[in-house]
């Protein structure tokens, strides 16, 4: 028996994949599915499943394109409607890979289809449960990213209290868990950094399945202090439940060289400049109204956090080399309309290019007190600890505060670290905000200063 989690950082999403006497199956598979076919083949195995815990919203599955591709069946837990052809399966059914069985829990709570998958090895042992979203290491799934369900959050947290404490909790606590998410992922509050451990350690730490946890104290604690899901999660919901356009489609029309025309074309009809640079190329040269996104943070996510319109055409300015992944890493949250990248970058430009000036900690320090800030972290960061007096606008929700700052001022954004700051101040100079600073390294650089600092202890931390 093999079983191998396929983990992508920038989603900090969790794939598996299981294989016993030839026969194979891929749990929650992302969008470029080749990987998979390529374990496969190199181990002389046939996929035979492809088992879907729940109608993903932070990522597109590949599972649509994977079932095409292999002939294997596409596998939902009870109540799931799809748009494509698929296993709806019973509560406790029990499929067969070679000598392993992968058996169904139907787990409601994080949306109403959630389902987690035991497995039960050659000798007949339950050895391991694929939770999805149902329960993560150190938390549970948010309860409020339903497609167009009538239950409310409460409801279906109340739904996830009973489906951990009947169908998880019973388990043997030497059960290893594989979740859906690590730590980074929109889906929880307050997820580990460690993508697999055990039902007694998850006991013992993790707040959601406290002994002495009633089901109304659950319930307010899963839906306190949550902040809305990024918009593009319901589109990407619905793209997993009815179905797409194939990886391959994508991936030929957005990796296309374009010549300096082709690219002003597609600009004056509506495409959207993305540049996918570091943050440290971006600053010192870039063609106006571009939104800066890099590459080296966590680019999917944020792409389905600030571009509202998830059919928006976009131009690409990304490094040589990198244009397919840029277009793969789109296409893994739904923005499947890319129709190029400008061939040479911005060298190729021709016209004036926009600069951001970057101060350091040291030098913002020095002149904080008669500065005009701008924290654009997330709210628990901000409560951890802030600069006084410093207001937050997370950059998740920068452009619906937008007017509430005044163009006249001069402001010195920050994040954590100086990526974040700069699609801040990229989105800002869009709608006409001219004087703007970023402070480079972030907070992790200010808070070595003699810069004064508030701290809070974090509601959401308190048990």
Known sequence: MIVEQLYTKCLAEAAYYIESKGEAAIIDPMRETQQYIDIAKNNGATIKYIFETHFHADFVSGHVDLA??????IVYGPTAKTGFDAIIAADNQEFKIGDVTLKVLHTPGHTPESSTYMLIDENGKETAIFTGDTLFLGDV????????????????????????????????????????????????????????????????????????????EFIKELTSDILPPPQYFPKNAMMNKMGYNSFEEVLSQGNKALTIEEFNKEVNEGALILDVRTQAEFIKGFIPNSLFIGLNGTFAMWVGALIEDINQKIVLIVPEGQEEEAVTRLSRVGYDNAVGYLK??????????????????????????????LDVRKPGEYTSEHIVDAPNYPLDFLNDHLNELDKSKTYHVHCAGGYRSVIAISIMMQKGFNNLVDIAGGYGAIKNTSIEKTSYVCPSTLK
């Open 344 to 373: 040479g970058g911005v060298s190729s430009y021709g016209g004036e290019l926009n600069t951001i000036k970057s101060i350091s900690a040291d030098e913002f320090a020095e002149t904080a007190s008669t500065c005009d800030i």
């Open 141 to 216: 799934g948010r309860p409020d990213l339903a497609v167009k369900s009538d239950l409310t959050k409460e409801d279906l947290a109340g739904m996830l209290f009973d489906s951990l404490r009947t169908r998880i909790m019973p388990l043997s606590d030497e059960i290893t868990i594989y979740p859906g998410h690590g730590a980074g992922s929109s889906c929880g509050k307050n997820m580990s950094s460690e993508t697999v451990g055990t039902l007694g350690e998850q006991k013992e730490s993790n707040y959601a399945l406290r002994a002495d946890m009633t089901k109304e």
């Open 68 to 73: 095409k591709k292999t002939g294997a069946s």
